[in-house]
Nanobody, 121 residues
Framework: QVQLVESGGGLVQAGGPLRLSCAAS????????MGWFRQAPGKEREFVAA???????YYADSVKGRFTISRDNAKNTVYLQMNSLKPEDTAVYYC???????????????WGQGTQVTVSS
């Protein structure tokens, strides 16, 4: 089992930055690809970014160039630095862990409870 706890969400003005954190406990963190997903009201959950155990990262086109995912294996923590935020980034953001990796949520075995990000215009 892997337990994931997100933090760092909140209210921010459009154009501003916000950094999300996800602390993991349980099985060896470094073995997992860590991903961020988000779900806006009335919409399906969608992939945002992921980072493999080796540090390879990939992003959804909608956030590429604005968001940066990173991980600190010594602290069992993954981060999502979000810059130039837009109102359409408003969503509940979820951290997830996968042994397989990828952009599909079905590949992720463990999920956090989510943290709300609201971007005001």
């Amino acid at each position: 089992q892997v337990q994931l706890v997100e933090s760092g969400g909140g209210l921010v003005q459009a154009g501003g930055p916000l950094r999300l954190s996800c602390a993991a406990s349980g099985r060896p963190f470094s073995s997992y690809t860590m991903g961020w997903f988000r779900q806006a009201p009335g919409k399906e959950r969608e992939f945002v970014a992921a980072i493999s155990w080796s540090g390879q990262s990939y992003y959804a086109d909608s956030v590429k160039g604005r968001f940066t995912i990173s991980r600190d294996n010594a602290k069992n923590t993954v981060y999502l630095q979000m810059n130039s935020l837009k109102p359409e980034d408003t969503a509940v953001y979820y951290c997830a862990a996968s042994l397989a990796g990828g952009t599909s949520e079905v590949l992720y075995d463990y999920w956090g409870q989510g943290t709300q990000v609201t971007v005001s215009s």
